[in-house]
């Protein structure tokens, strides 16, 4: 069973910079990562996502702002958010499926970002 727990949420203010990770139990390779965010009100929403041998893909309001990478041996994924907007206040879910299934089988509990204006 796949385990995955995020870390490094936090406050900041419009234009900063925060990391968020995830870290599996298990390696990942096989499997496609992603960071999901739900606002307070709205539905989740994927931010960000990688799959082995594939250009990672990007939510359309993150483009340029945020980067997703992955560490294999540390078995971590990692987003890391720059020029933070209010509007990106949200939870941060980590999650993981197999490459061979399209829906996201595995979550983490989720980490608070708060953006303040």
């Known amino acids: 069973q796949v385990q995955l727990v995020e870390s490094g949420g936090g406050s900041v203010q419009a234009g900063g ?24 009100g709205k539905e989740r ?3 960000a996502s990688i799959c082995s041998g594939r250009i990672p893909s990007y939510e359309d309001s993150v483009k340029g702002r945020f980067t997703i990478s992955r560490d294999a041996v540390k078995k971590v994924l990692y ?3 720059n020029s933070l907007k209010p509007e990106d206040t949200a939870i941060y879910y980590c999650a993981a499926r197999r490459e061979i299934v399209s829906l996201w089988e595995y ?11």
Not at 21 to 26: G, Q, T
Not at 27 to 32: A, I, K, L
């Open 17 to 40: 910079s925060l990391r968020v990770s995830c870290v599996a139990n298990v390696y990942m390779n096989g499997y496609c990562m992603a960071w999901f965010r739900q606002a307070p």
């Open 45 to 47: 929403e994927v931010v």
């Open 79 to 81: 987003l890391q958010m």
């Open 107 to 117: 979550w983490g509990q989720g980490t608070q970002v708060t953006v303040s204006s």
